[in-house]
């Protein structure tokens, strides 16, 4: 079984990412989820009306076809093998308003280079899973530096298996202080946490369901 300290994120998907990861998300399958995934992103989008969206951790694009009403998208992931797959897909999806792709190597892998409060909407679709635990709170520091309205999440419903580098955080206790959790359940072995950036005069007050957001 592999330890915390044999996983080093950025070469286990530099390896695993491109081709072999866009075929797994196309494959039969995975259809089930993409289509939860899909109805969850049309009502919430089509309720917030953002003007500029982040995929963040992108990989292969497979999330691409959900934006494409969205006028300003960014797709940042730190492995170059997902970043070519994915840029390929973002032609194919929207060639006339191309996706702005970011592939980054930093020193940190919790650092995002975004300006702040630049964003609408935060996308994390199946990444946080795979995020160190001694790492995803400075990660969630980035994103709300960088987020000026929601947080988007779809994990796994409780799930751990660190031989598969997957890890079951506590997002209650993470998104404290940071983001106010607005929705948060489960469907299809998945979960799905919509969460309001806190504005730092209105930090810890409760915010209202899904249902009685409006658009910022």
Same mark, same amino acid.
């Given at each position: ?48 009306? !953002?003007?500029? *969206? ?5 990989? %292969?694009?497979?999330?691409? +076809?959900?934006?494409? /009403?969205?006028?300003? =998208? ?23 308003? !191309?996706?702005? *792709? ?5 020193? %940190?892998?919790?650092?995002? +280079?975004?300006?702040? /409060?630049?964003?609408? =909407? ?95």
């Amino acid at each position: 079984m592999h330890t915390d300290i044999e996983y080093d994120p950025d070469n286990y998907w530099e390896t695993r990412g491109g081709p072999s990861y866009k075929a797994y998300t196309e494959s039969r399958d995975y259809q089930i989820y993409r289509g939860a995934q899909a109805a969850f992103f049309e009502e919430l989008l089509g309720r917030l009306q !953002p003007q500029r *969206l982040l995929d963040f951790g992108c990989g %292969s694009g497979k999330s691409f +076809p959900l934006w494409c /009403d969205v006028p300003e =998208v960014h797709g940042y992931d730190r492995a170059r093998s997902q970043i070519e797959v994915a840029r390929a897909e973002m032609l194919r999806i929207r060639p006339e308003r !191309p996706y702005n *792709l970011m592939h980054c190597l930093t020193d %940190s892998r919790t650092e995002v +280079p975004y300006d702040d /409060d630049y964003f609408d =909407v935060v996308a994390a679709v199946e990444v946080f899973l795979h995020v160190l635990p001694t790492e995803l709170p400075a990660l969630l520091d980035e994103l709300n530096r960088i987020c000026r309205g929601h947080l988007a999440i779809i994990t796994a419903a409780p799930f751990e298996n660190r031989a598969a580098h997957c890890f079951n955080h506590d997002y209650q206790a993470l998104l404290k202080g940071r983001f106010d959790i607005v929705d948060d359940y489960n469907l299809h072995k998945q979960r799905y946490i919509v969460a309001r950036k806190l504005p730092l005069t209105t930090r810890g007050e409760q915010t209202a369901p899904l249902a009685d957001l409006i658009t910022q």
